[in-house]
């Protein structure tokens, strides 16, 4: 069965360093999206890709943060600058939207990757 | 703004003993429900996506259902690989598809 896949499954950087957390979707999915969880909360959107671009972001994702579709088959999110704070699990995600791409409207389901913990000291 | 409440927080269960989550919600225009399982540290799990009130979906031992307010996941004769965390999360308004999360409820089943 098809699923996402995320590496590294965790990284460790100090404050100050920038990060690249990479991410496989499922390979006929058009949507993506990035997540995190700190530990014991809940998890948190943080941005949706489509086309090449970002289609929605949360108040989280400032200018420290960055998305890119490097090729047909990796979707990456960058940290610059790692605070503390960003220390949570990140979880990307895919999501088909048909064959032809278009947004009907529908809710489109969304799967999850096994995440990548980070740990900023 | 979205919001996602999820009760109770945790639930302890004797293998067998069926029981009931709840996800309340209040949104501005729901297009639909989600229901994940997470095990620890890992991801989350896609269960059921929900669309409109009185609709019900089941999966083996579970069974989602979904009123204008709230959804239900109901767990019939839990085993205990049925512990968990239950994710409930929604996708509402006009355009974008980002899910909103509640905070989960951990489930332990007891053999």
């Known amino acids: 069965e098809p699923e996402v896949t995320q590496t590294p499954s965790h990284q460790v950087t100090q404050m100050g360093q920038e990060v690249i957390l990479r991410c496989v979707p499922i390979?006929?999915?058009?949507?993506f999206y990035w997540y995190r969880q700190i530990l014991g909360q809940k998890v948190e959107f943080l941005v949706s890709f489509y086309n090449n671009e970002i289609s929605e972001k949360s108040e989280i994702f400032d200018d420290q943060f960055s998305v890119e579709r490097p090729d047909g088959s990796n979707f990456t999110l960058k940290i610059r600058s790692t605070k503390l704070e960003d220390s949570a699990m990140y979880f990307c995600?895919?999501?088909?939207?048909?064959?032809?791409?278009?947004?009907?409207?529908?809710?489109?389901?969304?799967?999850f990757g096994p995440g990548t913990r980070l740990t900023v000291t | 703004e979205d919001q996602v409440t999820q009760s109770p927080e945790a639930l302890r269960l004797q293998e067998g003993e069926s029981s009931s989550l709840n996800c309340s919600y209040t949104v501005s225009g729901l297009r639909g429900l989600f229901w994940y399982r997470q095990d620890p540290g890992k991801g989350p799990e896609f269960l059921f996506t929900?669309?409109?009130a009185g609709e019900e979906k089941e999966k083996e031992r579970l069974k989602a259902t979904l009123t204008k307010k709230e959804s239900f996941l109901h767990i019939t004769a839990p085993k205990p690989e049925d512990s968990a965390t239950y994710l409930c999360?929604?996708?509402?308004?006009?355009?974008?598809?980002?899910?909103?999360f509640g905070g989960g409820t951990r489930v332990l089943v007891k053999p």
């Open positions: 390979s006929n999915h058009l949507y």
């Open positions: 995600a895919s999501a088909w939207a048909g064959t032809d791409g278009r947004v009907s409207g529908n809710s489109y389901e969304q799967y």
């Open positions: 999360a929604v996708q509402a308004g006009a355009a974008g598809n980002k899910l909103t």
């Open positions: 929900l669309y409109s």
